[in-house]
């Protein structure tokens, strides 16, 4: 087995192969991906857990897909009123890979791992898709 460590609180390993063994990872869901409906069609396991915010980012609709319609995306201000709110969800490691093709990242999105704070004042780490 392959070990693979994350910014994030949670290991998860791989068998080598980078084919996850069952476990989990959290996700920062904003704009229309903060619908579970949406989200449980790429991602059937995805339970949302809580909501919260990024402090000085906003949500742009800046970016255009290759069927033209509007994307959304982070985008970092530094205005300290500025908040841009989503949901975390946990989501089973086998399907990271349906979603980062539905989301196209490494094609116009990269991944990042944030710390956020949950409902309970607690550290949490998530991943982000940000566009590039």
Request: charge should be positive; include cysteine; charged fraction near 30%.
């Amino acid at each position: 087995m392959t070990k693979v460590k994350l910014r994030a609180k949670k290991i998860y390993w791989t068998n080598g192969k980078n084919k996850p063994i069952s476990q989990t990872f959290k996700v920062f869901c904003y704009g229309s991906n903060m619908s579970s409906k949406r989200l449980l069609k790429r991602t059937p396991s995805a339970k949302a857990l809580f909501t919260t915010f990024i402090p000085e980012y906003k949500l742009k609709l800046h970016k255009r897909s290759a069927d033209k319609s509007g994307k959304g995306n982070a985008f970092y201000t530094g205005d300290k009123n500025d908040k841009l709110y989503g949901v975390v969800f946990e989501i089973d490691t086998r399907e990271k890979p349906a979603l980062d093709e539905a989301e196209g990242k490494g094609n116009g999105y990269n991944e990042e791992v944030i710390a956020l704070t949950n409902d309970k004042g607690e550290k949490v780490s998530a991943f982000i898709l940000k566009s590039r």
